[in-house]
């Protein structure tokens, strides 16, 4: 295809000097990973390195995994010692992982249910194909990895971990250091609603919406009864936003719209809570 000129490939710790001083800042367009950030554990410093190496308007997309729940000793130690992976944050935490470097724009899409059906049945083709596998890897490779197949299926199956597709831009100069300074007045106005809806099923849903005279932020998630969560929508603008959601109220009832997520949620009001903020 004519490539041979255009591809380089670096093989070795992306947090070695070696390969960083080889990954020119403001270098990349964007960069791909996938299912490599879990055996990182230095996750503030590995997201670092691809902020740096990216180009402003550039893209990181990471499809990794992610604790659903706070893990237990137990599962800890089978990361640590099957998978290589002695760190798994929950989605919140990588967010503030991707905060802290830099990132914006991020977004998580959850694959647990996909990745879940894919484990199970990845394993039972393996078992099926013993005979064959072994004749091509040996008795000793196809030991581990039926046991790394079957752990990984165990793992999905009991919902305490799960799998996210990431992406988050670096965002320009201007972005990163020309805020206005009507960000920080003290005179600011600051709209906030939050919406919670317990469904039939159990399942969770919560929306907010936060407002002031420069910024305007909405957010959307969903969690079901297993602990599995799924964000509908997470966007900030110096505009305003209403294509992104849509409220309307009439007394105690009214009715909530997701365009972006397909979804519209009709409530009555059971419970109403407000505050004020008082400067002494």
Known sequence: ????????????????????????????????????????????????????????????????????????????????????????????????????????????????TGWKRCKAERYQKFIDSKEESVKLFGEDVYEHRSRLYRVGRDMFHGGSIGGALIVAKKPSAAQIHLIPETYFSVFTSVYNEQYHFFLEDGSILA??????KTLEHYSAWWSDTKGNSRELINTSEQKSSNPHISIKKNNQTGTICLPEANLEVQFEVTAQFTWGVINC
Request: negative net charge; contains cysteine; charged residues 25%.
């Open 207 to 212: 929306l907010r919406h936060f407002k002031t």
């Open 1 to 112: 295809m004519g490539l041979d000129r255009r591809i380089q490939y670096l093989t070795g710790n992306v947090l070695s000097s070696q390969i960083i001083d080889s990954l020119l800042p403001n270098s990349f367009d964007n960069i791909i990973s996938f299912l490599s950030l879990l055996h990182i554990e230095e996750r503030d410093k590995v997201l670092e390195i691809c902020f740096r190496a990216l180009k402003e308007n550039g893209y990181i997309y990471v499809e990794d995994y992610v604790a659903n729940c706070t893990l237990t000793p137990e599962v800890k130690t089978t990361l640590k010692e099957v998978f290589k992976s002695s760190y798994v944050p929950t989605r919140e935490t990588y967010r503030h992982h991707l905060e802290r470097a830099g990132f914006t724009d991020i977004c998580f899409i959850d694959l647990t």
